[in-house]
């Protein structure tokens, strides 16, 4: 009987990490505590988008109920707030009898057990102590029918609670990491330029939205290469010229074994140029890319940003009106100047008069403190560059 025991505590272990590396059901979790304490019902309850939520039984409606309303009645929970918050490391793993607790003629006077617990099987309880910042206990209870627990009960669970601990703090790193990933994809796919990240023989390891479009479009003197017999063998970066292939792979070799990388350009068959930037890939990006720990060893990558020359990003109309406190008219006229019209040609093109056009220019240059004409354009440029690419 006791080696039975070892093994399904040592099985609830695997199983516990197991659900806090997201490889795993917290739900099998909850029914191997079950088995080995011998319970009708165990509670871990951890928030999320949907509120807090009870991870090791299935939901019902007595789930529904002590989420909805009865999580914030809870004694034990009340207790287990005020014990993590007074004394975090005495009572961090340790596990009770409910009793111990919270005194039985304060549980039996409490509306939770006279409209919720009694209903619910959980008249007898034994409380384990886990949390990183705030309490996270695991409540593991039984009906009147079937009696109270004991020390033996205790021993077993305040054998499982390091390695609960260990699952909550391991959950709620990767979450943070999942998090932090994809607040990283979203800010790239908005950036106005192509980014790509690749290993040192050109496998693209990441591509934003924009710089996807590129390889894909007709005038684009880049593609992506797969390679390998399987369709998991990778995507490869390559450049349609043979010498400009032969100028990345040395840039990219640079940038990742320590070099500084370097620019090039690169054409398409039809005359479109896009500008390459090579440098070795900034370590944060890196390692949401590679997905690695900060101690482990890194490979390294090479960040390319890339952008066509031969297309003019203008800032909208709004964005100058709310910059500069230009009018609409006036943001108009200066989206069309940027754009290589002259004076003449916005006049006809507006059906006004150049001296009108011309007023809106002196309005213009004075608004945005520009020195004249090209000096303006260098600053449209610039906000050109940072429009975001929206979807």
Known sequence: MMKDTERDLA???????????GDGSWLDVGDRICRIM???????????????????MPPDGSESAYSAYFHARDPYAAK??????????????????????????????SEYYFDFA???????????????????????????????????????????????????????????????????????????????????????????????????GPDSGLFSLRSGPYAGSGVYLAAMSREEAGV??????????????????VTSRNGAVVALMVAPAPLGLANDVSGRDEGDARE???????????????????????????SRAEAEVAIALSGGASAEDVARGRGVSLMTVRSQIRSILAKSEAENLRDFERTMATLGALVPQLR
Request: proline share 3%; net charge positive; charged share 25%.
């Open 248 to 265: 990345l792979r040395r840039l990219v070799a640079s940038a990742t074994s320590g070099g500084s990388g370097g620019a090039m350009r």
């Open 38 to 56: 011998d319970a009708r019902r165990a509670v871990l309850v951890l928030g999320g988008s949907g509120g807090p939520r009870n991870l090791l």
């Open 300 to 326: 390294p990558l090479a960040l390319i940003i890339l952008r066509p020359l031969n297309r003019k990003a203008v800032p909208q109309a709004d964005m100058l009106c709310e910059m500069f406190g230009f």
């Open 80 to 109: 287990a707030r005020y014990d993590f918050a007074t004394a975090r490391a005495h009572h961090l793993g340790n596990a009770k009898l409910g009793a111990e607790l919270v005194a039985e003629t304060e549980l039996l006077r």
């Open 118 to 216: 009694r209903h619910h099987e959980r008249r007898h309880v034994i409380g384990g102590m886990a949390g990183i910042t705030e309490a996270t206990p695991i409540l593991v209870s039984r009906g009147d029918d079937a009696g109270a627990f004991d020390e033996i009960h205790v021993r077993l669970l305040r054998t499982l609670m390091p390695h609960v601990q260990r699952a909550i703090e391991l959950r709620a790193r990767l979450g943070r990491e999942d998090e932090a990933v994809a607040l990283t994809r979203a800010a790239l796919d908005a950036l106005p330029v192509g980014v790509s990240v690749v290993d040192a023989g050109l496998k693209i390891r990441f591509i934003n939205d924009l710089a996807r479009r590129y390889l894909a």
């Open 11 to 21: 099985d609830c272990v695997g199983a516990i990490y197991q659900a806090g590396a």
